[in-house]
């Protein structure tokens, strides 16, 4: 069974040959920077010191081929490029504006949001904060001849990459999370028209990558945070009046341009919300943070087991896999295996990016348990 083979055996619920793995598929799939090149020193690989970044903010790389070979990884990305009219360009001080207004700042690895455009706005400055040009085309160039060179040359599975923000997670950038939820409950108006913005720039980021690559992509990547590690960010009530539409149009436009898998990231405590996933149209949930509340992998497999299929949460990256010892590694991820794989419906990954904090034979020791456990 070659690799596609074994991904889509997997997210359609039949058992494939193995356990799929990822690394690489997806910004929120991917090893940091400093992780991944203690790796390619464990590995006795050739440096790589100029990698190329997959997501700034948390500092996650592509890792090269020879890892991806090295490790039997099941999928590649294609991922949007960089804009021609738009560049990050660091201030004097560190900080620097992406392309929504957002100013980051990095603290130790990673990057956190200092200033959000529409704090203490009005719904009126929604049409004067900086915005992405959607229909830039950098972005695209060379997007479909790599997806069909990848498509016809390779057996991998092919991932359309997150391209930017969800409705929820967008709100909760631009005016601040705090700002953003009580929105909700004391300007609603102001809250649906920012998430109706989202949601539009996303249909329309989806519909020219789509174009290029809808007929080679075997899964599409949408993230939206909605989980904190206690509850989900706002009510299930609330969700579903504010956030499930706008989610149900953007799927419902994915779908009706690809045959490919929608696979949604969310991280944090989602299960009261998983029903409402499955009605938007998903297909694939990532990661299972399974040190979140209400995330226990065997009560996930038996009641949504059947409707979606569980892409990471191979082995938790907050409590386990920067502390345990090889050997304790080596048991979480057996018996992740045993309660996830059986029937199909699994793709192993982490229960997110893999951190600085990681030495590299834990993390050789996760994919090679995985090789050698994972054959059904």
């Not at 913005?197 to 007929?215: A, K, N, P, Q, Y």
């Not at 706002?234 to 799927?251: A, D, E, G, N, W």
């Amino acid at each position: 069974m070659d690799s596609r083979e074994r991904i889509m055996n997997a997210v359609e619920h039949r058992e494939p040959d193995r356990v799929p793995l990822d690394l690489n598929g997806t910004i929120v799939t991917s090893l940091t920077r400093i992780a991944y090149q203690r790796l390619r020193n464990y590995l006795g690989f050739d440096e790589d010191p100029d990698p190329e970044i997959s997501h700034f903010a948390m500092d996650t790389v592509r890792a090269r081929e020879d890892i991806l070979r090295h490790y039997q990884i099941d999928t590649r990305a294609v991922a949007m490029r960089e804009p021609f009219g738009f560049s990050m360009d660091f201030l004097p001080d560190g900080t620097v504006y992406d392309e929504y207004g957002i100013r980051w700042r990095k603290a130790a690895y990673y990057y956190d949001v200092i200033e959000h455009p529409l704090a203490g706005k009005e719904a009126a400055d929604l049409d004067n904060i900086p915005w992405p040009d959607e229909h830039d085309s950098g972005r695209y160039r060379g997007l479909k001849e790599d997806a069909k060179r990848l498509y016809e040359s390779t057996d991998k599975c092919l991932v359309a990459d997150i391209p930017g923000l969800g409705p929820f997670e967008g709100g909760c950038f631009l005016r601040g999370h705090a700002e953003f939820c009580t929105d909700l409950y004391t300007d609603p108006g102001f809250a649906e028209a920012v998430m109706d913005r989202v949601t539009d720039s996303m249909i329309l980021f989806w519909g020219h990558i789509l174009d290029e690559v809808g007929e080679y992509v075997h899964i599409v990547a949408q993230g939206d945070d909605v989980g904190m590690q206690c509850n989900p960010y706002i009510s299930p009530q609330m969700y579903r009046t504010f956030v499930k539409p706008r989610k149900k149009r953007l799927f419902d436009f994915i779908h009706s341009r690809t045959n490919a898998k929608i696979f949604y990231h969310s991280c944090g405590s989602v299960y009261d919300l998983i029903p409402d996933f499955i009605e938007e149209g998903v297909d694939i949930l990532n990661p299972l943070q399974r040190s979140a509340a209400k995330m226990d992998i065997k009560k996930l497999k038996k009641e949504f087991g059947f409707d979606l299929c569980f892409w990471g949460g191979g082995i938790d990256v907050q409590q386990q896999l920067p502390f345990l010892s090889l050997q304790e590694i080596e048991d979480v991820v057996k018996e992740t295996i045993d309660v996830l794989a059986p029937g199909g419906g699994f793709v192993f990954f982490p229960s997110h990016n893999i951190q600085a904090d990681v030495t590299p034979e834990r993390i050789d020791r996760v994919f090679q348990t995985v090789l050698e456990y994972g054959k059904h």
